[in-house]
């Protein structure tokens, strides 16, 4: 049972309302991650602007890997959940590329770059080596998409986090 309340959407504070609206249009239900934001409508409007600016960050593919690799750092149960179903369900992830993307890797070869940087950068806090920079660097990533992942690594550390303090009851079915 979660630790922070999961408030029904038409409870939620009116101003988080806007953004739960967004999210039930686009998704079809709120999912209890959202709704755990909405007590706060200062953190759902913080997370609505970094999600809304980093989907035009690299592609979906790489940004659904990075999320299951850092989940699989942060052992968060939600977002592990939530991202091999929308892996799955919307990225077209198979089910032995998600498996692949918690442990840091891929059979695409620029991905597998791209996922085991942010892995890295997910274990290490952010302190990669040169030689971690280059190597994703040698596969194509630019600086302005190194920072990116970077990026992409600490939002999903910003929901793995409230997800674990919260205790999120996980309502994304197994594939």
Known sequence: MSRISTPEPQLAPEASQPTLNAIKAKLGSVPNFFR???????????????????????D?????????????????????AAHTFTGYTFSKL??????????GTSEEPKAAAAVAFARKVAETRGKVSNADIDTVRAVGFTDAQVIEI?????????????NNVAATDVDFPDI
């Open 36 to 58: 755990v934001l909405s007590n706060s409508p200062a953190v759902i409007g913080a997370h609505a602007g970094l999600n809304q600016g980093l989907s035009k960050a690299l």
């Open 60 to 80: 979906v593919k790489t940004r659904e890997r990075i999320a299951l690799a850092v989940a699989a750092v942060n052992g968060c149960e939600y977002c592990n």
């Open 94 to 103: 198979s089910r032995e590329e998600i498996e692949r993307a918690r442990q």
């Open 150 to 162: 970077v990026a992409v690594v600490a939002e999903n550390f910003f929901t793995n986090l409230i």
